[in-house]
């Protein structure tokens, strides 16, 4: 039974950092795709980044480029969210995906290709 479970979440002021992590259980990272995404109140869920194959290609959206790094840890089955210089529009729950089955940057952002999610870890960002 695969399963993600995000934890790092919290409250913080602006301009402040925080690291989530996702811990996988289930399955085994091969150079698949992980991928994090957001979900504001009242706003769709989003593309935030994700890291693919075998050489670790890391893609971001154009909102948290240069703030985020996705990164992963194969030895420990888990993939982290390095989020610094935080703002108040980051506040929202963040999920974290894997996929199996593509690969490459227009397609890790596409979250009709995530074939597992974990719950979520609430971010609050305050002013």
């Known amino acids: 039974q695969v399963q993600l479970v995000e934890s790092g979440g919290g409250l913080v002021q602006a301009g402040g950092s925080l690291r989530l992590s996702c811990a996988a259980s289930?399955?085994?990272?091969?150079?698949?795709?992980m991928g994090w995404f957001c979900q504001a109140p009242g706003k769709e869920r989003e593309f935030v980044a994700a890291?693919?194959?075998?050489?670790?290609?890391?893609y971001y959206a154009d909102a948290v480029k240069g703030r985020f790094t996705i990164s992963r840890d194969k030895a420990k089955n888990t993939v982290y969210l390095q989020m610094n210089s935080l703002k108040p529009e980051d506040t929202a729950v963040y999920y974290c995906?894997?996929?199996?089955?593509?690969?490459?940057?227009?397609?890790?952002?596409?979250?009709?290709?995530?074939?597992?999610w974990g719950q979520g870890t609430q971010v609050t960002i305050s002013s």
């Open positions: 289930g399955l085994t990272f091969s150079g698949n795709t």
């Open positions: 890291i693919s194959g075998p050489g670790d290609s890391t």
């Open positions: 995906a894997a996929n199996f089955r593509v690969y490459g940057d227009y397609a890790s952002r596409l979250q009709t290709n995530y074939d597992y």
